[in-house]
C-alpha cells in the first residue's frame, strides 16, 4: 500500500496474494503494478492512484514489499510447483506446495499481532513452529 507500513503491508501481500490465490487453486500469484515513480503514476483512469509498484523509479531503485514477496515466493516456490495443501488454523493462514525438485514448501502468516505456536505434520514427524505477530514463515523439506 502507498501509505501503509512495511510489516503491515507484508503481512497482507502474503496472506492475501501469495497465501489467498494459491489456496483458491490460483496457479500464478500477481502484483499488478510492477513500477511506479514517487507520484505512483503512471496509472489507468479509474484505476487506484496510490498502489505502490513492486519498484519505485526516482533518481534510483526503491524496492517495495511487492518486490519482496514476489522475490520471496519465487525463490522458494519455482515455476512448475503444484499446490499441495492448505488451511487456516486460528490466525495461520497457510499453503502448502511440492517443486519440480520433489521439496516440500509451506509459506505461513501469522495474522494476529501475538506469537502463535503451532505444528506442521509431515511424514507423520511434527515441527514445532512458533510466529511472531504478523510474522511470515517459509518451511522446505
Known sequence: GAKGEFSGDLRWHIKNVIVGTM???????????????????????????????????????????????????????????????????GNIHNVAFKT???????????DGNQPVNFNI????QWAPISLAGGAVGTFVW
Open 23 to 89: 489456496r483458491n487453486w490460483s496457479r500464478i500469484a500477481l502484483e499488478w503494478n510492477l513500477a511506479n515513480d514517487p507520484t505512483f503514476g503512471p496509472h489507468t483512469p479509474g484505476g487506484c492512484t496510490e498502489c505502490k509498484g513492486a519498484l519505485t523509479i526516482a533518481n534510483g531503485v526503491t524496492r517495495n514489499v511487492a518486490y519482496y514477496i514476489i522475490a520471496h515466493a519465487a525463490k522458494f516456490v519455482p515455476p512448475g510447483s503444484v499446490r499441495i495443501g492448505s488451511n487456516i488454523a
Open 100 to 110: 519440480p525438485e520433489n521439496k516440500i514448501v509451506v509459506v505461513a502468516v501469522n
Open 121 to 124: 505434520r509431515y511424514k507423520e
